[in-house]
């Protein structure tokens, strides 16, 4: 399918403008967001030697502690040095899932790499939220049968990782997990003659690079070398997928990481692993960090993740 004129048509900014006000002019949105009837709720939870700053998201008319729903902890993106739980794709998406879903969603904002901070401080926080949550779900009204996990882009890469801790660490909290346009390899796999082909109508200034996507993930690691690197921080690079929690991958058409998403996929089915892979059609990477009346794809898409959570269940 041709890239969505709501894309498409700012794709000159990236040739005209320079990068920082071309990305600012790009996701200008079209309308004002509107949110529906969802309480958010700021905490703090107890990580790894600090406090981790969560935001929970409760349908309005909904009780902690009397109804049980299905409970979420959503990752934002940002390739692990960007983002936060305001950025559209964790404050709006949390809003939209909460609500559309009938579901408790907690956002993370966890540790960002810098200098300083490398992998695991992501994972470990990330784990730590999903413990947290599942140890409370009495209290916060949340069905113990449908926790689930999930993040876009660098969210979907640690989303996969804490599914893969949840299991070895014996914990098994976890009924499914929604990776969005998730990168889950050290490196980019190769491109099929397809993506290439989409990728190839972009601006040559727009869009996640290999040679970005590479360097970036050397980045994370505190030595930069492949060696150093523990499987689990890129779930594609564990040798032992089998019996992780049902998975939902949903890539973008024009996205360099949908290379990794769809060789993921391939690889939790090998494993006999319950998994739908799915492109949405017409779309660069991140196209939920929208507003969802401006974005048709994106409304799509929140309503396949709200599908996969209301049929999956540990029972």
């Not at 059609?281 to 799509?300: K, L, S």
Request: proline share 6%; glycine share 8%.
């Amino acid at each position: 399918m041709p890239l969505d004129p709501l894309f498409a048509n700012r794709l000159h900014f990236f040739d005209e403008l320079p990068f920082a006000e071309a990305i600012k002019a790009y996701e200008a949105p079209l309308t004002s967001y509107v949110s529906p009837p969802v309480e958010g709720e700021d905490r703090a939870l107890p990580g790894s030697g600090i406090d981790i700053p969560v935001r929970i998201y409760r349908p309005v008319g909904t009780t902690a502690g009397t109804d049980k729903l299905p409970g979420l902890v959503w990752f934002h993106g940002g390739g692990f040095v960007n983002g936060n739980i305001d950025m559209n794709e964790s404050d709006v998406v949390s809003r939209e899932l909460s609500h559309r879903a009938q579901a408790i969603v907690m956002t993370v904002d966890y540790r960002l790499v810098t200098e300083t901070v490398k992998f695991p401080a992501p994972q470990l926080d990330g784990v730590a939220s999903l413990q947290w949550l599942a140890r409370n779900a009495t209290e916060l009204g949340i069905d113990e049968n449908k926790i689930f996990v999930g993040g876009i882009s660098a969210g979907g890469c640690l989303a996969a990782s804490v599914a893969i801790m949840d299991r070895d660490m014996g914990d098994n909290y976890l009924a499914g997990q929604l990776l969005n346009c998730p990168i889950a390899h050290w490196e980019l796999p190769e491109f099929s003659a397809e993506l290439q082909q989409k990728l190839d109508e972009l601006s040559p200034d727009f869009g996640l690079k290999r040679e970005y996507v590479d360097s970036n993930n050397r980045y994370m690691i505190d030595s930069g070398a492949r060696e150093d690197v523990e499987p689990y921080w890129f779930a594609g690079e564990v040798e032992d997928l089998r019996g992780l929690a049902a998975a939902q991958i949903i890539n973008c058409e024009y996205d360099t990481l949908r290379a990794s998403g769809e060789l993921y996929g391939a690889q939790l089915l090998a494993a006999h692993n319950c998994v739908e892979v799915l492109t949405q059609a017409g779309v660069p990477h991140a196209h939920i960090n929208r507003y969802p009346a401006d974005c048709d794809q994106m409304v799509e898409t929140l309503e396949n993740m709200v599908r996969f959570m209301r049929n999956t269940s540990k029972v």
